[in-house]
């Protein structure tokens, strides 16, 4: 099977701007989850998609969205991007039943100026 | 409240030596315990699960962890380290639909 893809890789942004990042789980997942990695705050759950509905979601503003198409390709978006958002973005699939592992995928770096 | 504690944030060790890296957690209920690694610009890849059962168990790459209820801990083990398992060690407790995090101990072996 193949595993979790983000895309894009890395992406540079300006302040103000926003920006839409994308993940396919792998084949027969239908939980995504996201997390925000950065070398201040470590690694920080920022929501999980289920069958297309939120399922629980982390300390983060409304400026960070998300959400689950019917294939269980998630996005995430973030508005008015601020310095602080710079980050390593992953994304994490799983059955979405209990006790099952998360697989994360690569990530996609991004860069606010 | 629910947390990770890795207090080792870098750990030096030679290729050959045995290595034990320390987690400590917080969790209401009975956890699901997971060790990650991360290599620099990857993402995270499992090493490691606790669910249930046997409180020792193995992973990939030689690595082991031990399930201490008693103690709150969920320490990963090696007993020969590799130069290639130079990396930073997560470890997390949760469930499907959330993680929570360590702050990562980072692994440099020294030939």
């Given at each position: 099977?193949a595993?979790?893809?983000?895309?894009?890789?890395?992406?540079?942004k300006?302040?103000?701007?926003?920006?839409t990042?994308?993940?396919?789980?792998?084949?027969?997942?239908r939980?995504?989850?996201?997390?925000?990695?950065t070398p201040?705050?470590g690694?920080?759950?920022?929501?999980?998609?289920f069958?297309?509905?939120?399922?629980?979601?982390g300390?983060?503003?409304?400026?960070?969205?998300?959400?689950q198409?019917?294939?269980?390709?998630s996005?995430?978006?973030?508005s008015?991007?601020?310095l602080?958002?710079?980050?390593l973005?992953?994304?994490a699939?799983s059955g979405?039943?209990?006790?099952?592992?998360?697989?994360?995928g690569?990530?996609?770096?991004?860069?606010?100026? | 409240a629910?947390?990770?504690?890795?207090?080792d944030?870098?750990?030096?060790?030679?290729?050959g030596?045995?290595l034990?890296?320390?987690?400590n957690y917080?969790?209401?209920?009975?956890?699901?315990?997971?060790?990650?690694?991360?290599?620099?610009?990857?993402?995270?890849?499992?090493?490691?699960?606790?669910?249930?059962?046997?409180?020792?168990?193995q992973?990939i790459?030689?690595?082991?962890?031990?399930?201490?209820?008693?103690?709150?801990?969920?320490?990963?083990?090696?007993?020969?380290?590799?130069?290639?398992?130079?990396?930073e060690?997560?470890?997390?407790?949760?469930?499907?639909?959330?993680?929570?995090?360590?702050?990562?101990?980072?692994?440099?072996?020294f030939?």
């Amino acid at each position: 099977k193949a595993g979790v893809t983000q895309t894009p890789r890395y992406l540079i942004k300006t302040r103000g701007q926003q920006v839409t990042l994308s993940c396919s789980p792998i084949s027969g997942h239908r939980s995504v989850s996201w997390y925000q990695q950065t070398p201040g705050q470590g690694l920080q759950f920022l929501f999980e998609y289920f069958s297309e509905t939120q399922r629980n979601k982390g300390n983060f503003p409304g400026r960070f969205s998300g959400r689950q198409f019917s294939n269980s390709r998630s996005e995430m978006n973030v508005s008015t991007l601020e310095l602080g958002d710079s980050a390593l973005y992953l994304c994490a699939s799983s059955g979405g039943q209990g006790g099952e592992t998360q697989y994360f995928g690569p990530g996609t770096r991004l860069l606010v100026l | 409240a629910q947390s990770v504690t890795q207090p080792d944030i870098h750990i030096t060790v030679s290729e050959g030596a045995s290595l034990e890296l320390r987690c400590n957690y917080s969790y209401g209920a009975t956890p699901y315990l997971f060790w990650y690694v991360q290599s620099p610009g990857q993402g995270l890849q499992l090493l490691l699960k606790y669910f249930s059962g046997d409180t020792l168990v193995q992973g990939i790459k030689g690595f082991e962890a031990e399930f201490k209820r008693s103690q709150s801990s969920f320490n990963l083990r090696k007993p020969s380290v590799h130069w290639s398992d130079a990396a930073e060690y997560f470890c997390a407790v949760g469930n499907t639909d959330k993680l929570i995090f360590g702050t990562g101990t980072r692994l440099q072996v020294f030939p």
